[in-house]
């Protein structure tokens, strides 16, 4: 079955990095188009970014361009997520999702403060 699980959050003071990672099985990860969602407490669940299956391509929220970037390795069944200047209102939980299907992982959190 489809599984996603995403790693690599954790606590960071503001204008740190952190890399999120996601690991696909269960499927063929290069056929996929992927993205990361976050969800603030209070707050809807947003898009932040997408990487396509046909071209690679990708494309973010406005408010993370510049410093987040999102990439792949189909080989590994991996999807990464780089986060830097990270700012407070960064904090969120961090979601892994295969667009196709409307498969989730668990999320991992991120805690921008100092």
């Known amino acids: 079955q489809v599984q996603l699980v995403e790693s690599g959050g954790g606590l960071v003071q503001p204008g740190g990095s952190l890399k999120l990672s996601c690991e696909g099985s269960?499927?063929?990860?290069?056929?996929?188009?992927m993205s990361w969602y976050r969800q603030a407490p209070g707050k809807e669940r947003e898009l932040v970014a997408t990487?396509?299956?046909?071209?690679?391509?990708?494309d973010y929220l406005d408010s993370v361009k510049g410093r987040f970037t999102v990439s792949r390795d189909n080989a590994k069944n991996m999807m990464y997520l780089q986060m830097n200047n990270l700012k407070p209102e960064d904090t969120a939980v961090y979601y892994c999702?295969?667009?196709?299907?409307?498969?989730w992982g668990q999320g991992t959190q991120v805690t921008v403060s100092s």
């Open positions: 269960g499927f063929t990860f290069s056929l996929f188009t």
């Open positions: 990487s396509t299956r046909s071209d690679y391509g990708t």
């Open positions: 999702k295969r667009v196709s299907g409307d498969y």
